[in-house]
């Protein structure tokens, strides 16, 4: 199975919210994923506006966003 994840898909997997655990399992059947330069970005971004909003702390964010870079440079054939 070919899966895409959008911006709100990579929130998901990395701060736990409705449809977490249904797109987890989605993830694991996946021979595939996709993603976006844009969604990165769009993520990153996300995560930044919940610091804003007091949901995560500027350390959680930095923390996050640091897993979520390494584990791109672990699994990404094409990115530059």
């Not at 797109?23 to 610091?51: C, P």
């Amino acid at each position: 199975m070919k899966l895409f994840l959008d911006t709100s898909s990579l929130l998901k997997l990395y701060h736990t919210e409705e449809g977490s655990d249904q797109l987890l399992g989605k993830v694991f059947e996946a021979d595939v994923i996709y993603l976006l330069t844009l969604a990165q970005l769009g993520f990153r971004s996300a995560l930044w506006k919940k610091v804003r909003t007091q949901e995560v702390t500027k350390e959680q964010c930095l923390a996050v966003i640091g897993l979520f870079e390494k584990g791109l440079q672990s699994v990404c054939l094409d990115c530059a």
